[in-house]
């Protein structure tokens, strides 16, 4: 028998066994009424060839692990960062359950959302009576301080109004007048995550700036900077990273929508159904600041926009990471704030520039795929070229035209970016094709990339969101000086892994 | 068309409980409706996706925006012995402009290139919110293809908005009876066929008993649809008998089997020792009516005799230490009476079983087997509330899904992963074994104290 | 031929191309006079055998690949961790080149030290003017404000008493009279590493509170805490993070031998001969202190008995890793300072319980080998216990029976230690037949271990010193509760890959 | 006795530069006293271990205390094509105990056991200052043992005070011209048959010439002793001829070889184009003297013409890259001079060669080919002065092993390893090409730029 309780082997090794492998093998040959192995390795060839690729290219209607979450759990994400407050998603249930599970997989924390149900009723008289009952509902059971409506598609096609819904429902008393009821229009069949993410910020300012009030003027300066981070899967180590850099520098700041806390809770005896998030009166008071950073530019595009329309200095960046997007952004912030650059950062960023010169043997030379959100991918294309390494293809299915210039620019400015590719709006089957055509010495992106690490044999590193299959890693950052020191690690661990696996004579001790 | 169906689904006469039911109680259906702005499970394009997709050898296209895809794209440990091709998300990405002016001819073409890329025995096309309230006609489309194309494209009707995850399940059944099962006629259908409906091959659990069927000279003609290829289930008609796995799934794919080829079906689990022998025992009884070798019941006895005593021996050991211990079952649907009985072979004691996505017929089954108390029947517990429960030492463990693991861990309670996302199989002798293994390694860690001890200084 | 320039092959892959094949398989064939195939794959089968296992362990008089360097080196690397020290080492040129040569390979840093190239002549007469001239040069060529000495196993065999011999070198100017010239004997013959850095420090507080000016009284107490963190290879993070805590608990005190700064210099355009390091006017103050504790105490033995001689409190720990570990040090710093240990550090620490729990059904019943210097093993175990890994066999081959009792004390006091076995004085060799006989699922140790790893198939986790074949990954820390956290992230991600690359059916995204 | 050997070896008449000098500068003998107190390379014992250590088949017993051997363990990348017993760390790990008593009885049952385990063709015993001081006759133990033991076992008596590492690769050939070389006699010695030697295989560099001879018919009897198996090197004496690579370290032996055998020698190079055409034609055309087929020399030529052409229009795409590009060469040995050419074959400078662990007859090399310029031979070089080279612009790049590495990369100057680390084989024609492929993509590395900038708010 294959188990005995002895030796119970789990399923990694399970299916070794030979009762399996014969049982499986004797299903193959006589109930699947499948096509000859020859045929099929013959179709497996094909599709690893240049013709294969031409036709996937030429692919059209449809997408194939695509690789893009829709804008609600951008927004769901962004909600999260605030002090007590719950996501709300106003649609159907099950969208609100993969949030939940995403955010979950990833952080290894439970993740508060709720949706209010609509069904094939709501379809036909509009979702209002769920809104009023499921606000009504929500603060009883879960009792936030805030509450941030998003929308799913469903609620999107029948054209529900959420400020007029949200009036009716304070009108009828789900919740007081006065209590915070941020919205956000959120449809998935436009942008992605990272445009509900700034949908929801944008929302959550503008509720505290023109409507709680009625329209707020700045007033003082508080002295401040804001800071919206955007969605990043190692918000947990970056966000504290960053106060770590702005608390050295002495810059007195607002960070908009932190998460840090709030997805990485301690395990001491204390229940929290909320932890941490920027406070409500900040966000009140972050319209006097003396400017507002956006670090991820297509997280923060239409907030910036809003924020700039009240008179406020604004600046863009792209995910600072590695040596030139971390100097980028702490210039900004020391332009923008007034205060210096200290010897204590300058020198971690001397301690980054000479490990990367102890390992160049290592890096120099080698090829990397790169695939994420577009921030993401262009700061981690910026990065391989500082280590000599040649981001080959550059692969973002929820980036258009803006970014393919932006990230073609950053190539043609280096002598290693010449023959690299930049693939804005397609899939991770397209990147399969590129591989098989134009292998890489490693694959950079998200755990879905685990799939194309085992068709290509292509080591795959985990980087960006979602990280499913390992834990922890977003507890490291990966911004700032310090984050561009583990990211190395993480890239030359893998390229010493390989030179250890594939050779049998050059095992060395030392390198 | 959909509505009726749905009516139809949630009022199943071959269910038992309604059957006892007054005509009154029937039309409400055993259908629940959903407490807006609660945290909720999946809907009803998840559910038939789960239903459908270990089904590993076709392509499964989603006709919707990205996000149905893109978050629900491999997120369950169903595994396959063969074809990866279920484990790729296809979708048609609606956009804007698809919303506008119509998704169906994207919806073809999609179908078309996934056929000459792929070349898979079969296309399922799931209908989501959007699509459907876009008014795209899902089954005229796969329609079409079929005929042009010349490979079975199978509509799954099910969005999202029509309900709960459990209904979601029940429509991908249906999907398989009108345009699946029957379609191929096998030329090798033999006296000790069966089908087991409602198995998924999470970690692998569809062999931890196939090979007892093996043994016993039964063939599994398919699984439904665990590690399932697409002619399997063409050609499952042809079986003598079904046993239905998770009844509130697909019990009302099992009637129409019943009445259209006068398959007989039963309910039931195997989870826990005795469930597993008593599921051989009627695999065994209703096989003999049909046809086989009366020799198939002593058989069965005898395997029965001698895995039940193996598997006892090595639970011995466990025995002591779990005698006592409490457990609250955060699970649903069959789970959530199932589990019960395995639990309690070994000594342990079921402090609370959530019956969240439970038919009528699994809330008394779990009634049953919990001696017939109705408060440790829970609904939905909020996040507080469970926390609370652990705090004040009324579990010392949960058996739950992912989603929920961090409010136990956090109260410092052992957990383990019955749901989806398990890496362990747990069904049958073995599975059972595993299970208390498992419990085990996590109740009886070292780990409980020094998680629980609060930080050395705070007690000096 | 094996090479074209369009496509040059590193050795990786070079020697897998088929005309190498042949060539190495000919010369094999025709040119070795080797033992057949056959008869040399039935040795290496016996070699895995119980039998083996016993007659590897009845061996006395053989060592076979030991883990642990001699006491100079420990004594060069306590030395280096003072303002502007250099390291000196009386007797052959030989030795001091390999202490170089190994801490250059770990740290990725040059490592600063001399030798004063004893020769057979010296061997017969004595290495006084070795040491004479060698001063006089050391000090003009690297213009150091210490010289630390120390002794290679030719001096101790001579008998060169250092006292006698120092004293004559500055009655004879080759360095000033008030020049710290501190010194240790080093036998490396005697104990190892660990016994060597005890030594130096106890050397160089000797020299400063009883040799510079005679005797030196303790005066009034500074308030400060003095720390000796031992041989450690991950002291560049490490002492970063005990300052870290100390700085948060607003504890002072002095870190005695501080090497973060001098193996970690940033690349910045400025020459540094010498970098960081305890600065000496903090060794002379050091007399002066509340308390003093060793981090490792088979690394501070004879140097807290020299400081309890002085009157002064003192405290020994055992490499502070995991969460018991972490929670002794910051007790024993907060009973002796009389600080409290704040909320946010214990915050930390429910984060590591946290992931702790987290990860648990992944980490539960594992099996694993540790070895390492005597602290390290015995803290690996302790973290490994409070994960539920069992350490199945825990090995040092510089440690004897106190250490062996220690062990066992820990391993008794755990349900999991039950079946653990320890394991003083063996080698590497030993705990091959271990690793054949009861395989583990990990092992854990240093780069020595990746042998053990391509025999037996074990994934191997470097954790210690010396690692030579990975980079940077000595700047991140494994003592206190972040760095628990990371050598939890190190151990899952081996135990991930682990059932990834093993598993074909269960190759599942989410784990 | 070891006091005779070593002035012997350090008055080697077989050295061009020696017969050119007067009586009185020869019997200061060619070694060179070490200044104490600054820093140095490695010791005699280092020295013998790194000649004899890729010998892959036998076992290698250092008999002293742990850290001889626990410091030297495999710290080279000298690789091995078949047994890897070679890069265990054996060791007799003397104790206070053993050097009061005397440790001879331990080293026997140390060459006993490792014998009985290991089944070696040959056991090494190398002797380290203290067991040298202590009074140990290795020689004598080793005898007894081999007679007792019935496998040879090897004195190696190398302790490191005797001198410098070169002094102690000399002791290494002379323990295997005492003990090794002519106890074997093969049947197959053919008129093409050839050694190398001072050859240790780093990166795998034997397998850049070894096909190339391959082709031409001449068979590589043993390399001294790179990849070598211990009775391929037993039977080295019937070989044709031997090429002396690395000079310094066993020009010796080719000497003594010459008396004994009358095996003639020459010393050469494969680094570089030319020179490995030239160690190519020497070869041939000693062989063709020792009554190989006069062919082999027109074969030889069109080898290499073919070789040659080759491996320039590989090199033709980097020349414009390299040219004038300053190099500064901090190594020793051979590698002192050889590597000049392959430098300059390119087009680039070389600023200043380290001459080290140079013999006489290294620096004349070495001096002839950097143009007769004294001020480019530069002896060691303190961290501080190397980094003002670097700072100051004097060098683009070095070329050095891995203690000095750190330096450069601190003055953000281009590195690659040539010494024993390693990771790339640089030897004869692909290896040139190798080497100036490495040299082109670190020089032109992208990173510098990066790496060289000032933190840019440091501008503003």
């Known amino acids: ?185 959120t449809p998935s069949f436009v942008g992605s995550h990272v445009v509900g993410y700034d949908n ?11 409507r709680e009030k009625g329209e707020v003027k700045p ?39 932190d998460v840090s806390e709030v997805f990485d809770t301690p395990t001491d005896g204390t229940f929290r159904m909320y932890d941490g998030g920027t406070k409500l009166d900040d966000v009140r008071d972050a319209i006097n600041a003396k400017a507002t950073i956006g670090l991820q530019h297509y997280c923060s595009d239409k907030t910036l926009e809003y924020v700039a329309s009240k008179g406020q200095a604004t600046a863009s960046l792209n995910y600072p990471m590695g040596v030139s997007g971390t100097d980028a952004m702490l210039m900004k912030i020391s332009e923008l704030s007034g205060k210096a650059i200290p010897e204590a950062i300058e020198k971690e960023r001397g301690r980054l520039v000479d490990a990367i010169a102890d390992s160049q043997g290592w890096t120099h030379g080698k090829k990397a795929a790169v695939f994420g959100d577009p921030d993401f991918v262009l700061s ?61 010495d490693m694959i950079i992106g998200s755990s879905y990339g685990k799939y194309l690490e085992k068709d290509t044999g292509i080591p795959l590193i985990r980087l960006t969101f979602p990280v499913f299959d390992r834990h922890h890693h977003h507890r490291f950052p990966t911004m700032g000086y310090q984050g561009a020191l583990r990211t190395l690690v993480e890239i030359l661990d893998r390229i010493f892994e390989v030179a250890d696996a594939s050779s049998d004579i050059s095992y060395d001790l030392t390198r | 068309m959909l509505k009726a ?102 919806l073809y073409k999609a179908i078309k290139q996934a056929i000459a890329k792929h070349n898979p025995p079969a296309v399922f096309v799931y209908q989501t919110c959007v699509g459907s309230l876009i008014g795209d006609d899902v089954d005229a489309v796969c329609r079409a293809a079929t005929e042009r194309l010349g490979t079975p ?41 069966i089908n087991i409906l409602g198995e998924y091959n999470v970690a692998g659990e ?126 649903g649907g069959v789970k959530s009476w199932s589990v019960i009985q395995a639990l309690q072979e070994v000594g342990m004691e079921v402090v609370g079983s959530s019956v969240r996505k439970a038919t009528e017929a699994d809330k008394s089954k779990a009634l049953e087997r919990l001696g017939g108390d109705e408060e440790k029947l829970a609904d939905a517990i909020t996040p507080r509330d469970m926390y609370a429960m652990f705090k004040d030492g009324k579990a010392d463990m949960m058996l739950s899904g992912g989603r929920s693991q961090f409010v136990a861990l956090k109260a410092r309670t052992p957990w383990i992963d019955i749901n989806q996302e398990r890496h362990h199989g747990y069904a049958a002798y073995d599975g059972m074994v595993a299970l208390v293994r498992e419990i085990d390694l996590s109740i009886n860690s070292p780990i409980w104290a020094q998680v629980r001890a609060p930080a050395p200084w705070e007690n000096s």
């Open chain 1, 1 to 185: 028998m294959p188990q005995s309780a002895e030796n119970i082997k789990d399923h990694i090794s399970l299916f070794s066994e030979p009762e399996y492998k014969e049982l499986l093998a004797q299903k193959k040959a006589n109930y699947e009424c499948r096509p000859s192995d020859e045929k099929v390795n013959e179709q497996l060839e094909y599709s690893k060839s240049w013709e294969y690729r031409e036709k996937n290219f030429a692919r059209k209607q449809a997408v194939i692990n695509p690789h893009k979450a829709c804008q609600p759990l951008g927004a769901v994400f962004a909600a999260a960062g605030f002090e007590e407050t719950l996501p709300y998603v106003h649609g159907s249930q099950g969208c609100a359950a993969y949030f939940r599970s995403h955010l979950a997989r990833h952080f290894k924390e439970a993740s508060a959302c709720v949706s209010d149900s609509m069904t094939e009723d709501a379809a036909v008289f509009g979702g209002l009576n769920n809104l009023v009952e499921g606000l009504l509902n929500a603060k009883h059971l879960y009792k936030p301080k805030m509450i941030a409506v998003s929308t799913t598609c469903m609620a999107e096609v029948i054209g529900d109004d959420l400020s007029a819904f949200i009036a009716t429902a304070k009108e009828k008393e789900a919740v007081p007048t006065d209590f915070p009821v941020p919205f956000a229009h």
């Open chain 1, 200 to 210: 929801m910020i944008k929302g959550i300012f503008n509720y505290f700036w023109d």
């Open chain 1, 219 to 257: 007033g003082k300066s508080n002295g401040k900077i804001n800071i919206i981070p955007g969605f990043d899967g190692y918000a947990v180590a970056n966000n504290r990273e960053l106060k770590r850099y702005l608390d050295t520098m002495g810059v007195d700041y607002t960070l908009v929508g």
């Open chain 1, 380 to 440: 981690m294309a910026s990065f391989l070229l500082e280590l000599g390494i040649e981001p080959t293809h550059c692969l973002c299915t929820n980036a258009g035209k803006e970014w393919e210039a932006q990230m073609k620019a950053l190539l043609a400015a280096s002598p290693f970016g010449a023959d690299c590719q930049v693939w804005a709006g397609k899939d991770l089957w397209h990147l399969r094709s590129l591989l098989f055509t134009e292998p890489t």
């Open chain 2, 5 to 106: 169906k749905i009516a139809e689904l949630m009022h199943e006469p071959g269910c038992a409980t309604n059957q006892a039911k007054s005509e009154g109680e029937r039309k409400k259906g055993c259908g629940k409706s959903l407490t807006p702005g609660a945290a909720a499970g999946g809907c009803a394009f998840d559910g038939a996706k789960i239903a459908l997709q270990p089904i590993t050898d076709v392509v499964h296209l989603v006709h919707g925006p990205i996000a149905c895809e893109g978050n629900s794209w491999d997120g369950r440990n169903s595994w396959s012995s063969g074809s990866d091709l279920y484990r790729k998300g296809f979708t048609t990405d609606l956009t804007n402009l698809d919303i506008i002016a119509g998704g169906e001819k994207k």
């Open chain 2, 153 to 193: 494209v199978i509509p799954v009707n099910s969005p999202g908005f029509v309900g709960s995850k459990n209904l979601g399940n029940r429509l991908g059944g249906e999907a398989l009876f009108e345009h699946v099962i029957g379609t191929v006629e096998p030329d090798d259908a033999g006296p000790c066929d």
């Open chain 2, 206 to 331: 569809l062999d931890q008993f196939r090979p007892l069927l093996a043994r016993l000279g039964i063939r599994l003609r398919a699984s439904i649809t665990g590690d399932a290829r697409y002619r399997e289930v063409a050609a499952c008609h042809t079986a003598r008998a079904n046993m239905v796995l998770c009844s509130q799934a697909l019990v009302t794919l099992a009637r129409k089997m019943k009445e259209k080829w006068g398959i007989p079906y039963f309910e039931g689990s195997f989870y826990g020792i005795s469930d597993t022998s008593d599921a051989l025992r009627n695999i065994a009884r209703m096989l003999i009516e049909r046809g086989a070798d009366p020799s198939l019941s002593d058989r069965t006895e005898a395997l029965i005799a001698e895995e039940e005593a193996k598997a006892w021996a090595r639970l011995e050991p466990y025995k002591a230490r779990l005698a006592g211990r409490k457990v609250l079952l955060y699970t």
